[in-house]
């Protein structure tokens, strides 16, 4: 009982998750899509269609297909990803403001 339980509940948290990310991407698209064509566009695009899976191995997770290592295995992935991204940014190092 106490299992199914948890289950229940790691089921709603990462439901909840992958809500959270459904909203980044969509409140991020219409900015990308404003983006000149080039690199800066391609980051872009290629960001968040990284955090689309993540949210995607979410909801696996919560129907039971994949366990929450297998999960935690896809989240250490794309950050991994997520940081090679940002590397190939010649902006990556800079810092910003809020005046910027």
Do not use: C
Request: proline fraction near 3%; avoid cysteine; charge should be positive.
């Amino acid at each position: 009982m106490a299992r199914a339980i948890r289950q229940r509940r790691s089921a709603r948290r990462a439901l909840a998750s992958a809500r959270i990310l459904d909203q980044v991407v969509e409140n991020q698209l219409p900015l990308v899509a404003r983006l000149p064509e080039g690199r800066s566009r391609t980051r872009a695009a290629d960001f968040l269609a990284e955090l689309v899976l993540l949210s995607q191995a979410y909801r696996h997770h919560a129907e039971g297909w994949i366990t929450r290592r297998e999960l935690e295995r896809r989240g250490h992935s794309t950050m991994r990803k997520l940081s090679r991204i940002r590397q190939r940014s010649p902006l990556s190092s800079t810092q910003f403001t809020e005046q910027d």
